[in-house]
């Protein structure tokens, strides 16, 4: 009986170690929804992106919150705006530190996801 459990322990608390993760990164990206709307009408209105400390957004670690140690807001490098959202989740090294991309294309009025986080911690929104 005692080795029955032994292996459904190791087998359950992988898969729940996987499931909290997937819920952290889940919960920061969902946090950025209103700042999402707030990019896509700014540069709708200023035909241009906004950055961080532009009015009515914040500098990097105003943003910190829960998980989310900074977002940055600004252009990427293929001329889309965006965020980039640094996470700060020590004790998991699987997301500590690393970075959120959330791309936004002005013209096709689309938000495309990526980020250095290994796919199986991500919402399936965000897997590459």
Not at 13 to 31: E, F, G, H
Not at 58 to 70: K, T
Request: aromatic share 8%; glycine share 6%; with cysteine.
């Amino acid at each position: 009986l005692i080795a029955i459990l032994g292996i459904l322990a190791a087998i359950a608390m992988p898969a729940y170690q996987d499931y909290v993760l997937r819920s952290k990164a889940s919960i920061a990206q969902s946090q950025l929804l209103d700042l999402k709307q707030q990019v896509a009408e700014f540069a709708a209105t200023n035909e241009r992106c906004p950055i961080n400390d532009d009015e009515g957004f914040g500098s990097p670690d105003s943003y910190a919150n829960g998980d989310i140690a900074e977002v940055n807001i600004g252009r990427f490098e293929n001329e889309h705006c965006g965020l980039e959202v640094l996470l700060h989740v020590p004790k998991h090294s699987q997301l500590d530190g690393k970075s959120i991309w959330l791309d936004y294309d002005m013209q096709a009025d689309t938000w495309e996801c990526s980020s250095d986080v290994e796919d199986k911690y991500l919402p399936i929104s965000c897997r590459g």
